[in-house]
């Protein structure tokens, strides 16, 4: 099994739109994800503008895909790069560490993710 930024095993991140490059419900990743969907985010109305800005529009629906469009407080596997640069510009949405793949660690500080850690996420 897949394992967290935490060292146990990878969370279910959101369902409810179904999320994951491999559309399961986690933030899982291979060869074939180039994005790195490893970033389990709740996201919110200032990150999917700012995505939308970077040519991302993660809000419109795209029935030919299945997807419903991201509203504020859905849960998503982002990409890695995308979370970082929100972070860099200061808007990055929440996130669940449970959710997060261990993947995400080659790029990003375990530290700045625990910053944005979702209350659930953290560890008792």
Not at 33 to 49: I, K, N, Q, S, Y
Not at 54 to 73: A, H, I, Q
Request: charged residues 25%.
């Amino acid at each position: 099994m897949a394992k967290n930024v935490l060292g146990t095993d990878l969370q279910t991140c959101g369902t409810d739109p179904m999320t994951g490059f491999f559309r399961d419900g986690c933030c899982n990743t291979g060869a074939d994800d180039a994005g790195m969907h490893t970033v389990c985010a709740e996201v919110t109305d200032d990150f999917l503008r700012f995505s939308k800005l970077k040519g991302n529009d993660l809000s419109t629906p795209m029935p030919m895909y299945e997807f419903p469009g991201l509203r504020e407080g859905d849960r998503w596997c982002l990409c890695v790069l995308r979370w970082k640069e929100a972070f860099e510009a200061g808007i990055a949405p929440k996130v669940n560490l449970k959710a997060t793949h261990m993947s995400a660690l080659e790029f990003l500080d375990l530290e700045d993710l625990k910053s944005h850690a979702t209350e659930d996420s953290v560890e008792p």
